[in-house]
C-alpha cells in the first residue's frame, strides 16, 4: 500500500476536498444535503490515508514522540466538528462555539502535521 504511505500527497489532497466542501455546505444559506454526504464520503477517505501514515510511520520515527498521536486525535475531532457544525446550521441551532473550537483544532491539526516526521516539513 506504499501509495497511501510513500508521500502525504494523499493525504493533503483528501483534506484539502474535505475543507472545501465543508466550507461550501457551512457558508451556504441554503441546506446542501448533496455536499454533505459527498463529504462524510471524503471522511473515510481522510481517516484512511491519515490512518494509513499513521500506522506506518509512527514507529519509525521515534523522536516524534506523541506528536503524531496528538496529530490523529485533533485530525478526528476537526471531522467531529465539521459534522456538528453541519447538523447543528440545518436544525437552526448556534454554532459558534463550534466554530472557535473548530478553528483552533484546525491550527493545531496544521500545525502538528507540518512540523513533525514526515512530508512537507516548515
Ligand atoms: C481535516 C482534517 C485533517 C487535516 C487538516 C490534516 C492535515 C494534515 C497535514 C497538514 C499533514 C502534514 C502533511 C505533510 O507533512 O506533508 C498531515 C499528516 C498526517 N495526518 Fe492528517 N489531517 C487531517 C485529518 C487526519 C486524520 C483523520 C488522521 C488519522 C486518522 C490523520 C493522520 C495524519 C498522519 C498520521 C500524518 C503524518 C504525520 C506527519 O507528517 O506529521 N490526519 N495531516
Do not use: C, P, Q
Request: proline share 0%.
Amino acid at each position: 500500500m506504499s501509495f497511501l504511505t510513500s508521500t502525504t500527497h494523499l493525504h493533503i489532497k483528501t483534506w484539502v476536498i474535505a475543507l472545501v466542501l465543508f466550507f461550501i455546505a457551512a457558508l451556504s444559506s441554503k441546506k446542501l444535503t448533496g455536499v454533505h454526504m459527498g463529504l462524510r464520503a471524503v471522511y473515510i477517505l481522510l481517516i484512511i490515508t491519515g490512518g494509513a501514515l499513521f500506522l506506518e510511520w509512527r514507529d519509525k520515527i521515534a523522536e516524534s514522540g506523541m506528536n503524531y498521536d496528538m496529530k490523529v486525535l485533533f485530525g478526528i475531532l476537526i471531522i467531529g466538528f465539521m459534522e456538528m457544525i453541519l447538523v447543528r446550521k440545518n436544525k437552526g441551532k448556534s454554532v459558534n462555539v463550534l466554530w472557535v473550537l473548530f478553528a483552533i483544532a484546525l491550527a493545531i491539526t496544521l500545525y502538528l502535521g507540518l512540523s513533525t516526521g514526515i512530508g512537507m516539513n516548515f
